[in-house]
């Protein structure tokens, strides 16, 4: 290993001929304390400290490493400083390297972060220990920004203004920043100190070193950060940035006569404001997010909704401070939660009653604004509101009503962030007419409070919430509400009031969470959730199901000190029970999990789960609505292998396979997902996936049919095949001007035979459980095959300031038989259907004063 010393001499040593320059400031005699000085003139951001200001800025020279030995001595000595003047927060880090050819160079998008070598400034301006900012950096100039909410949850859609600049030289490579202090939120103070951390990733040693020294087994990260201190006389400025754009979108439309093309203009503007020191508004005036990537194809046959990804920013933005999670624990943390931002701009919930081909596919969103920050007694706050327009179809009948969605969240923290109380409250109303009413919720209020403590020496804590609901609306709304796969009121052995004469329906949730979550090699969690039947989120948040409680325990032994076989070993062992809230056994479960990262940084992951095979199990929801169908033991192993991308790979692989087992060996499933991601060269790259998916399920619901002797409960075998090919292409021509190409053809296609329903359905012998139904050796079947894509020219030609260019193309088709031979010939009729269209340029220029 090379001595540091030399290299700390030259990195800290600048011509001598500067009368002017300020006079050092002396070394602060801490491993956790920094110091800043005022610059008399500001640095010029070229990545060279040849500025007065850093001669005289106080040097962070006590990185530790932290990946793979936690507090080893890097390899490479990294030197940085700080300073900051009445607008601007200024870094310089010198990261040392003895052979600078090898620093990476890769080139990526914004947030992109390729592989290899990179530089992070983690700044808490609240000094709360809750929050933060993150600026990374790459040799190449790249750049990445991220929020941190509630101790280390990162908001990659932030987009910071922000300037940085990087070189490659003898010494190593360096990055320097100027962070404006308008980017940033702190309270109105003569002096301030700052939570403060740097982190560097060495790329050909893989090393991950910082200051000060991160520990993996602490929860959290902000927690975790040194103090800046030094800083005095800068005012909290009452920012505003106003991000005006135009649009105009080249669409094709449906006609009598067939298809068309039309021409459409529209603009907006985004604000963001700083009402004072500590709250920002945000919002957003006819708002476009024609660039945003499309949703991956999915053919849902379950009795649930599909999950969709939020990919707009404004509404990414900020979402960890309003977010409001039920159904997650260490075990399963899901998407449900009271905050779904999906619902906002969502397809036309009345599309299919009164829509027609030429309707709209998404609803217009007129604003959005939000209210966001975090008082000086450690109140942090969230409010939102945003409206939507009324959407008809023919007849200028509704499809979709003019809504408003509101939201207010608020956290108060205690004990330095340690513990926090937390409250929610949502509201949504709808202008419905004499045609939507029966359809359509009326208003939906949801409500709840949390609790979240930390406690001996951080290594444990206690989090419990309590959330409630009521939604109304007319008897037939509510009746919907009532047998809507959520609930299923009028399953004929649920026990539950079923009323089709109810205009309200309330329910309520709770959770209790208790777990070791630091200190040494063991970790756990216990905990206890329950769902009442009438609990309702789907207005504003996202809820599967109601009607449900579960107990579960979760052990984790994880080992980061490397040996000679791997670098890190995590194994965990799960169990699990759901029930109904009346206590009907839904599931069993058992399971395990294993993940290692061998010495060449190849991650091996297996797993399993089995159920039911020490209890009694049903599945409520089955029959759609039907009574409860008793459910076999089964199996469902994983095993995957892929490379940890994070360091200089040229081509990174990985591989993932599923399978299950169940009704008595009657039902299979079998997925293989392979992806490749190849660096073509330092600025372009391409990634390629591929899905396949065997389904065999013997117990496929197939449909409720009713005649005079009742309603039938049916089933059948399904032999369902998909597959699907994700690509990806990205060329980045400078950190500023990037191109991205994004395409998925998918094809899922299936056959239903041997069609029974229900006889004895809680009957032990799987076979009594369901008697033939229909003609013999009736089948049917589906082919539906959808095409997806994106294409993206961006260019950021002023800090802040964009210029899109954007090709979008969507093809489907089901009505192509369902024994299609192959793969091949179904992607040659869908590229056959007539294609979706949309060729879009949007501008938008940054504003502020």
């Not at 793979?68 to 390297?97: E, H, I, M």
């Not at 069993?588 to 991650?603: A, D």
Request: glycine residues 8%; charged residues 20%; hydrophobic residues 35%.
């Amino acid at each position: 290993m090379l001595t540091l010393a030399p290299l700390l001499l030259a990195a800290l040593s600048l011509p001598q001929d500067r009368p002017t320059a300020p006079a050092p400031v002396p070394v602060p005699d801490s491993t956790l304390r920094a110091l800043a000085v005022r610059a008399v003139h500001a640095p010029v951001i070229d990545g060279r400290d040849g500025d007065d200001v850093w001669r005289a800025a106080p040097a962070i020279t006590a990185f530790r490493e932290f990946q793979p030995v936690q507090g080893k001595a890097p390899s490479y000595a990294t030197v940085a400083k700080v300073a900051y003047d009445d607008r601007n927060l200024y870094v310089f880090v010198r990261a040392f390297d003895p052979d600078p050819a090898t620093v990476s160079r890769l080139l990526a998008r914004r947030d992109g972060w390729p592989p290899g070598d990179h530089i992070v400034v983690v700044v808490d301006s609240y000094h709360d220990r809750r929050t933060g900012y993150e600026f990374g950096a790459c040799p190449s100039g790249a750049r990445y920004d991220a929020v941190l909410t509630n101790d280390g949850d990162e908001d990659s859609a932030w987009d910071g203004v922000w300037d940085l600049a990087t070189t490659v030289d003898s010494l190593g490579w360096t990055a320097e920043y100027r962070i404006p202090l308008s980017q940033l939120r702190y309270a109105d103070a003569p002096e301030h100190t700052f939570g403060l951390a740097i982190a560097r990733d060495i790329g050909r040693t893989n090393e991950r070193v910082s200051w000060p020294e991160l520990h993996r087994d602490r929860p959290g990260i902000t927690s975790q950060l040194g103090d800046l201190g030094g800083i005095a006389g800068i005012s909290a400025p009452r920012r505003l940035e106003v991000l005006p754009y135009v649009v105009t979108k080249n669409v094709t439309t449906t006609r009598d006569t067939g298809y068309g093309r039309a021409q459409r203009f529209t603009a907006g503007a985004d604000i963001k404001y700083g009402v004072t020191s500590n709250l920002t508004l945000d919002a957003t005036v006819n708002p476009d997010f024609g660039q945003v990537e499309a949703d991956p194809a999915v053919l849902n046959l379950s009795a649930f909704e599909t999950f969709y990804q939020e990919k707009r920013p404004f509404f990414i933005e900020g979402n960890g401070l309003l977010r409001f999670s039920v159904n997650c624990n260490s075990i399963n943390c899901s998407n449900e939660g009271l905050y779904y931002s999906r619902r906002i701009g969502r397809a036309p919930q009345l599309a299919g009653q009164f829509g027609d081909a030429a309707s709209p596919t998404a609803t217009t969103i007129l604003g959005a604004a939000k209210l966001t920050g975090r008082l000086a007694g450690g109140l942090s706050i969230g409010v939102l509101d945003a409206v939507t327009q009324r959407q008809t179809g023919p007849l200028d009948r509704i499809i979709e009503p003019g809504t408003n969605y509101a939201l207010v969240r608020a956290n108060q923290d205690l004990r330095g962030g340690e513990t926090g109380i937390g409250v929610i409250g949502t509201i949504v109303t709808r202008a419905l007419d004499d045609s939507s009413r029966p359809y359509l919720r009326t208003s939906a209020l949801v409500g709840g409070v949390s609790l979240r403590h930390r406690f001996l020496n951080r290594q444990y804590q206690l989090q419990a919430s309590l959330t409630a609901s009521r939604v109304t609306g007319t008897a037939s709304a509510i009746d919907s509400t009532q047998q809507s796969s959520v609930h299923y009121y009028q399953r004929p052995d649920a026990g539950l009031r079923y009323d089709p004469a109810r205009t309200a329906l309330g329910g309520d949730a709770e959770q209790i969470r208790f777990a070791k979550v630091g200190g040494g090699n063991v970790l756990f969690e216990t905990s206890y959730q329950r769902i009442s039947p009438g609990y309702e989120l789907n207005d504003l948040g996202y809820l599967r199901r109601a009607d449900w409680q579960e107990q579960g325990t979760w052990v984790g032994l994880q080992f980061r000190t490397p040996t000679k076989w791997y670098q890190e070993l995590s194994w965990n062992l799960n169990e699990w029970n759901d029930w109904t809230a009346s206590g009907l056994l839904l599931g069993q479960y058992l399971n395990s999990n294993v993940h290692i990262l061998l010495k060449n940084h190849w991650w091996i992951n297996a797993g399993g789960t089995v159920s039911g095979l020490l209890a009694t199990q049903y599945c409520d929801r089955c029959a759609r609505g039907g009574p409860a169908l008793r459910s076999s033991p089964s199996i469902s192993p994983w095993a995957g292998i892929e490379v940890d991308s994070r360091w200089r790979k040229t081509v990174s692989p990985a591989f993932y396979v599923n399978y299950s087992r169940g009704s008595v060996g009657r039902s299979t499933y079998l997925n293989v997902n392979p992806q490749i991601t190849a660096r073509i060269s330092s600025q372009w790259s391409t990634t390629v996936g591929v899905y396949l998916e065997w389904n065999d399920p013997d117990n496929q619901w197939y449909g409720n049919p009713t005649d005079m002797a009742g309603t039938h409960y049916t089933f059948a075998h399904l032999k369902q095949r998909t597959e699907s090919v994700q690509l990806r292409l990205d060329y980045t021509a400078s950190p500023t001007l990037t191109f991205q190409a994004y395409a998925e053809p998918f094809v899922s296609k299936g056959v239903y035979s041997d069609i029974r329903e229900l006889n004895l359905p809680r009957a032990a012998a799987y076979t009594d459980r369901f008697r033939p139904y229909g003609p013999p050796g009736a089948t049917s079947g589906f082919n539906y095959q959808q095409f997806r894509s994106n294409v993206v020219l961006r260019w950021e030609y002023h800090p802040g300031s964009t210029i899109y260019l954007v090709w979008t193309q969507g093809r489907q088709d089901s009505a192509s038989p369902y024994d299609t031979a192959s793969f091949g010939s179904d992607l040659r009729n869908l590229f056959d259907t007539h294609p979706d269209n949309t060729f879009l340029i949007k501008v938008s220029h940054w504003l502020d004063w």
